[in-house]
């Protein structure tokens, strides 16, 4: 009894150091009172929560706004660097890490090939990765994000499975936690890629579906503001639904997936066979833009045949704004047309017109995505990068008229063992 009455004492702080946090966060610069407000939680309580706020460095007093009558207010704001965020992006070509801030700055990154390695040899090269980028991170870092291929159970960071790198129930999270001491959140780089495209472009509480199309396909949901994973982790996972089943073996052992089709590696594939010589990635795209007739048309017939999976998508989600990731992406406009156009046709003409194809334009989209997932677990913060901060000097009015204290654009996991914000 005495214990459970503890555990409620317990989650009830660490549900007020979140929503006083998120405030701060989200409105700061902020009065206490302001937080208090805000929030609905009594002034004694937010002054609490403040202290234990600022002695462990995620929130700062940063000076007096105006007077309005009475004494003036002491402004709280969460610096940018009160913690670190490690955001890695496991990719087909390269495994990239960065320390990234709080506001989704990039300080340092790193990148290192890793085109042909699997197994222990790919699961060693991104842990040496994620060793240098933390020996030279310069503040105290909270965790790190990963965005990994395949198959990711998200909930507790194992990879069920990745093809590419011959990885299988690999429990990627727990190992990076033994190993570097920190938390680590792992989730599928599609999906990475759909928060970070949620975060950084003005659509946040939209909807939204990002495919990166890279040596696999995957697909990334947001829903109403949040990531949908599915009833477990696989939704998106359309790189490997059959769409020939006479078609050309895939990695996954099936015939016709759509990866044989229209992933980048399709497209190599194609061109090394038709021209009875390895292409590299970057041979194919300055081929494309010179017009090549036979590039183009591989090109353009990959993206005809995703276009026509993402009919699908349309017709299940009504979602109107897909954004087009990855390796491909380099193809440009023309490719996008071609996924549109073979989209469009195979969609109810009604959900076709409603609906926009853009290229993604964040640079390390998958890093960005990665470290938003560990900053919404660990610190139930939704990434907010600075331009979509209320200007200093905006009334309290102002700034709780447009204040929704955010859960956080996934629902963050319970982490009271790890007692509140300490460290
Ligand atoms: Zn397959």
Redesign the pocket.
């Known amino acids: 009894m005495e214990r459970s009455i503890k555990a409620t004492l317990h989650e009830t702080r660490e549900r007020n150091e979140r929503l006083v946090l998120a405030t701060i966060y989200d409105q700061g610069p902020v009065s206490r009172a302001d937080v208090a407000r805000l929030t609905g939680l009594t002034r004694t309580t937010v002054s609490d929560v403040v202290e234990g706020l600022i002695a462990s460095g995620l929130a700062r007093e940063i000076g007096r706004g105006p007077s309005t009558g009475g004494k003036a207010p002491i402004w709280l704001e969460v610096p940018d660097r009160a913690r670190l965020l490690v955001g890695v992006d496991l990719g087909d070509r390269v495994f990239t890490a960065a320390t990234v801030n709080l506001r989704g700055e990039i300080l340092q990154r790193v990148e290192v090939p890793s085109e042909d390695a699997d197994g222990d040899e790919a699961l060693g090269l991104a842990m040496q990765l994620i060793e240098r980028v933390i020996a030279a991170a310069d503040g105290p870092v909270l965790g790190i994000g990963i965005g990994a291929p395949g198959l990711v159970d998200s909930t507790d960071g194992t990879v069920v499975e990745a093809v590419k790198r011959n990885w299988r129930e690999l429990p990627l999270g727990h190992l990076a936690t033994e190993r570097f001491s920190v938390p680590v959140h792992v989730a599928n780089d599609s999906q990475a890629a759909a928060l970070a495209e949620h975060v950084f472009t003005e659509t946040r509480g939209a909807n939204l579906i990002v495919i990166k199309v890279g040596q696999g396909i995957g697909a990334g949901v947001v829903l109403n503001g949040q990531l949908f994973q599915g009833d477990r982790f696989g939704a998106g996972e359309i790189g ?1 639904t059959v769409m020939d089943p006479s078609g050309a073996v ?3 052992g ?1 015939r016709g ?1 759509l ?1 044989t089709t229209a992933s980048a590696r399709a497209v190599i594939t194609r061109l090394a066979t038709l021209r009875g010589a390895p292409v590299s990635m970057e041979q194919a795209i300055a081929d494309f833009e010179r017009g090549d007739p036979q590039v183009c048309s591989i090109v353009l017939e990959a993206g005809t045949r995703l276009g026509e999976a993402v009919a699908g998508l349309i017709g299940a989600l009504h979602v109107r704004r897909i954004v087009l990731a990855g390796t491909m992406a380099a193809f440009g406009e023309p490719w996008l047309q071609a996924v549109d156009a073979a989209a469009s046709s195979r969609s109810l003409a009604a959900l076709a017109c409603d609906t926009t194809f853009e290229l993604g334009r964040i640079d390390d989209i998958v890093v960005l995505g990665a470290s938003a997932l560990l900053m919404t677990r660990e610190l139930g913060l939704s990434l907010r990068p600075l331009h979509s901060m209320p200007r200093p000097g905006l009334s309290v009015k102002e700034v709780a008229a447009e204040a929704t204290v955010q859960a956080g654009v996934i629902p963050p996991l319970t982490v009271a063992e790890r007692g509140g914000f300490a460290g």
């Open positions: 490997h895939c990695r996954c099936r997936c990866e």
